[in-house]
């Protein structure tokens, strides 16, 4: 029998605001349940909604659990409470429709009532949805890689983040990787932050050459740390800063203090742990919003790159054919003879 649901109270900008949980002892993850992570969010109100806030969001959410069906919600689930709000995005087809915004933690309890595990924002704001003002490195480990590997490569990328004017804040992925975050001015459109990102991305490549690479195809990675690029596209979003993951232990992205990050392991940040330790330590990304670097740096790096021959990188496989992209066949499906030594098309 489902049990009976239950109204958690949580502030809102004029007072509070009740939110109805349905099947609060539902169990998400293994001993942790609908209404424990209804609880989290509204533990970690004001730091998750530094991350959320005046956003596109797009919710990763699990009717049965982690070990059920997933699903991710880009239009609004129904019912959306009358206190919350959306925004119209574009896609990179140019189809148009709204996303949800949160703009209180009111909004995103409900959305764990919708059975959202993981909040996936977009790197604008509202009143700009073509700009984004955050720029966001996802380093993603191959197999082989330990977690110091990739804090090596992370404080590699804080310090070039350092010497381009651009101040570094860093998380945890909730899974094995690190996000490496910054503020920026919302002077460009995705396409140039796009080129940004490659170009920091392609100069952290030849620091660490045995460590990170920027190859898109997994065959050409080896055990390395792939800096995803692509991850700066329209469209394409990380698990925000305190957004619960639906992996085994109920994990949390969580941001650190860079001082602190070769002493952390990513198991110590979960549903469970985090209220406490936001409690004693307070929130490692609290003065993010005030630290807006300049894109200018890395793109004048992208310029020079492209002036020494190196080409546009592939786009994501859904989007469609970019200006002076290389062609989409993974390397070891290339009939050599059909291939220049630039990696294009030679016509029959």
């Not at 806030?53 to 009717?63: A, E, K, M, N, S």
């Not at 940040?269 to 330790?277: A, D, E, K, Q, W």
């Not at 894109?295 to 492209?306: F, I, K, N, S, Y």
């Amino acid at each position: 029998m489902a049990s009976t649901a239950q109204m958690l109270t949580v502030p809102a900008p004029d007072g509070d605001r009740e939110v109805r949980i349905s099947s609060p002892d539902r169990e998400i993850w293994p001993g942790i349940t609908k209404w424990d992570l209804a609880s989290y969010v509204a533990a970690v109100g004001e730091p998750i909604l530094r991350a959320l806030g005046d956003r596109p969001v797009t919710l990763q959410r699990f009717p049965q659990g982690v070990g059920g069906e997933e699903f991710f919600s880009k239009n609004p689930p129904r019912g959306v409470p009358d206190y919350t709000r959306t925004v119209m995005c574009t896609y990179p087809s140019g189809r148009k429709h709204p996303q949800l915004v949160v703009d209180e933690i009111a909004t995103a309890v409900w959305a764990v009532q919708m059975n959202t595990i993981t909040f996936h924002p977009w790197p604008v704001r509202t009143a700009n949805t073509d700009n984004p003002d955050e720029l966001r490195i996802d380093l993603d480990p191959q197999p082989g890689r330990s977690f110091a590997d990739i804090v090596t490569a992370a404080q590699a990328l804080g310090e070039l983040l350092r010497e381009l004017d651009i101040t570094p804040w860093v998380k945890t992925s909730g899974s094995r990787g690190l996000h490496v975050y910054a503020r920026i001015a919302p002077e460009h459109e995705f396409l140039d932050v796009r080129h940004g990102v490659i170009a920091i991305a392609r100069e952290l490549e030849r620091r660490l050459p045995e460590l990170v690479t920027t190859a898109w195809w997994k065959e050409e990675r080896g055990d390395k740390i792939f800096v995803d690029f692509n991850q700066a596209n329209r469209d394409r979003t990380i698990a925000s800063a305190y957004s619960p993951r639906p992996l085994e232990g109920a994990p949390v992205s969580m941001p650190v203090r860079w001082e602190d990050l070769e002493s952390i392991a990513i198991a110590d940040f979960t549903v469970r742990t985090v209220p406490g330790l936001l409690d004693d330590q307070g929130d490692a990304w609290a003065g993010l919003d005030d630290a807006v670097g300049d894109l200018g740096p890395a793109l004048r790096m992208w310029e020079q790159d492209v002036a020494s021959g190196l080409d546009e990188m592939p786009f994501p496989p859904e989007y469609p054919k970019m200006p002076g992209e290389p062609p989409r066949v993974q390397p070891s499906k290339k009939v050599a003879e059909h291939w220049d030594e630039r990696g294009n098309r030679v016509e029959e």
